[in-house]
């Protein structure tokens, strides 16, 4: 009688499972052909240029400092080694404070790209949502993950093609 229930469990689970529709897309296909996120990412790239430019002139001065101050130094006494070495320390701890300003998880980069993008992420995530209720999908992966772990998938399964008609865009 148990191992009727459990067959009976089991075949219930197996019709179920199959039963549910799922779907793929690529996100990096899908981007690529927003003109928006290529935007964003070149306001993303002058930024960071510019902001690397800032730090690594810092960092030039502080090494300027610091070769003059080893020039200088046999002709120095304590009180200008000592105030030259403070000023040397002043110039790279600036370097390093703006380096984290701009680069650190919280920093000005990530602020920027989260502006800039969000709003894209946004519109791509209603687009799949309303193909999934649409088409009753249960789940949509990404192909394009790193850590998706898809092997193969049909190309049938893939709708990036459709989530790109319905943002407006064409694909291919």
């Not at 009727?4 to 899908?30: H, N, V």
């Not at 687009?127 to 999908?137: F, P, Q």
Request: charged letters at 25%; hydrophobic letters at 40%; one cysteine or more.
């Amino acid at each position: 009688m148990k191992s009727l229930f459990l067959s009976l469990m089991l075949l219930c689970c197996a019709t179920a499972a199959s039963a549910q529709k799922f779907a793929l897309i690529d996100m990096e296909y899908i981007l690529k052909h927003i003109d928006a996120y290529e935007r964003a990412n070149e306001q993303l790239n002058q930024a960071t240029k510019k902001w690397q430019a800032e730090v690594e002139a810092l960092n030039t001065e502080a090494q300027t400092l610091y070769k003059n101050y080893q020039n200088e130094v046999v002709f120095l006494s304590q009180e200008q080694k000592k105030a030259k070495q403070e000023e040397i320390l002043n110039k790279e701890k600036e370097a390093a404070d703006l380096k984290k300003k701009y680069f650190a998880p919280d920093g000005e980069l990530y602020k920027k790209r989260t502006a800039l993008m969000s709003p894209i992420q946004e519109e791509i995530y209603q687009a799949v949502k309303e193909i999934s209720e649409l088409r009753g999908y249960s789940l949509i992966l990404d192909r394009a993950s790193t850590n998706s772990g898809i092997i193969f998938a049909s190309p049938k399964a893939d709708i990036s093609n459709e989530v790109l008609q319905k943002l407006g865009y064409s694909g291919q």
